[in-house]
């Protein structure tokens, strides 16, 4: 049996080992895959039928798929941010991404974390501490990125961004890398699960570039599976006037796509290469599996390109705060199940926490909830409903958002308000901002958001 068709037989099993009995053990392993740049409606298993990614919709068979999952921020390093320590931008300090050379036009970057961001408790900082062992691969971009620290005791983090034998820091020393850059963040991955025993728990963050930008640098024969797709199902629309960041790519969209869909397909290629370790290794049945993605993005709708940052002022579109997320533990949460509630990066490690037996730590003022018993489709304690709204939180621009209408404001002289009857517009084109006929709800939202914004200062 030749080795492709080993992996499409691992693959294919997967939702039917995912049945077996409850692992014995009481805490899991977890292995958390996170995409750049990778939207919910990039992906199959969300609906999307142009880009391939026959692994991540094989995942979500074999598990939970959260159909609302949202980022709090639409940027690379404040999102990320929110997932590991579960508080906003606001708390944590981090608002926009990392970057040496800040700009001083709307699309500026932050130029470092704030100092205090050294004390900040990560989730790995808590599942050290409770034992596990805890790695990290692939992007990090929060500060430090040589020396990540927070109890990872295995790094091998991305400098330099190419795709073609770049250069990583593993464990604090640069190391100069051969050949195509989502292979090697594997190799890592792999190097690191063969280094880990069944009698302690361990904790790995595959942190993929792709999709990301630079569109160059992949195998060919990711390019050659879109050479004549036309993406006619993505809306693609002319160039907005306030496009911004990463306009340039709307001068061919469609070409340009090709080439993010030729990404998305070599990232959704790096799944099995885990999910095989996870079965040699006999870590498969007591094995947490998370894969998400760490922003959104648009790829011409609304004339737009990126993310939050792809227009002036600062857009909240759900195609860039909405984000997949699939959880896969076997006998532990049920195969090909959908959960429709709204969750949030900041429901994160209240979450993982939850599935671990820990608590998160003491006086963080965190506003995220566990979604476990989604996810293990258990009741909800009594009296306690999920409520399906989230909030964003971008510099200047903030969210409301529930099953029915979304809110975005911005500090004033940053650029008009919004509101959107999601259910009746789902693609937000017509904003009812000063509508009379929804004035209650505008007012509604607004004070919520007023409210979490006091509380989670």
Request: with cysteine; glycine share 8%.
């Amino acid at each position: 049996m030749n080795s492709s068709r080993r992996s499409f037989l691992a693959a294919s099993a997967l939702p039917l080992l995912a049945q077996k009995s409850a692992p014995a053990s009481p805490r899991p392993n977890i292995v958390l895959v996170l995409a750049d740049d990778l939207a919910s409606w990039m992906v199959g298993c969300y609906g999307n039928q142009e880009i391939r990614t026959p692994n991540i919709d094989r995942l979500a068979s074999a598990g939970t798929r959260f159909a609302n999952s949202f980022a709090c921020t639409p940027i690379c390093s404040a999102s990320r941010a929110t997932l590991f320590t579960g508080r906003t931008p606001r708390q944590h300090g981090i608002h926009d991404f990392l970057t040496a050379r800040p700009a001083t036009n709307p699309d500026q970057g932050q130029a470092a974390p704030p100092a205090s961001f050294a004390n900040e408790v990560m989730l790995s900082d808590m599942l050290a501490e409770a034992g596990y062992q805890c790695g990290f691969v692939g992007k990090w971009h929060m500060g430090n990125d040589a020396k990540p620290g927070h109890g990872f005791s295995y790094t091998a983090t991305i400098g330099a961004r190419s795709y073609v034998d770049p250069t990583l820091s593993v464990n604090g020393s640069s190391v100069n890398e051969q050949g195509y850059l989502a292979d090697i963040v594997t190799r890592h991955s792999l190097s690191f699960l063969d280094q880990q025993r069944k009698d302690r728990p361990f904790f790995l963050t595959v942190s993929h570039l792709n999709p990301h930008v630079p569109y160059e640098g992949h195998p060919r024969k990711y390019y050659d599976m879109y050479k004549d797709a036309a993406f006619s199902s993505f809306g693609i629309q002319p160039a907005a006037p306030n496009a911004l960041r990463e306009k340039e790519y709307l001068k061919d969209t469609v070409a340009n796509i090709r080439r993010c869909a030729a990404s998305t397909t070599a990232l959704d290629d790096q799944l099995p290469p885990l999910q095989r370790k996870l079965l040699e290794k006999g870590f498969f049945e007591n094995t947490l599996f998370i894969f998400t993605g760490d922003n959104g993005f648009l790829l011409g709708r609304h004339g737009l390109w990126s993310k939050g940052h792809a227009s002036n002022p600062i857009n909240m579109y759900d195609e860039v705060m909405q984000v997949p997320m699939i959880w896969s533990w076997p006998g532990r949460i049920p195969v090909q199940a959908v959960r429709p509630e709204l969750v949030s990066f900041y429901d994160f490690l209240p979450t993982v926490c939850d599935a671990t037996g820990l608590k998160p730590r003491a006086g963080r003022n965190l506003c995220g909830r566990s979604y476990l018993p989604l996810a293990t489709n258990r009741p909800l304690p009594k009296k306690q409903p999920w409520h399906d709204l989230v909030f964003g939180h971008f510099r200047y621009t903030e969210m409301a958002r529930d099953n029915y209408f979304k809110l975005v404001l911005r500090d004033e002289g940053k650029g008009e308000n919004e509101l959107y009857d999601i259910r009746r517009d789902p693609r937000e084109m017509n904003n009812r901002i000063d509508d009379p006929g929804v004035s209650t709800v505008r007012d509604g939202l607004a004070a919520r958001l007023a409210q979490w914004r006091r509380k989670y200062a």
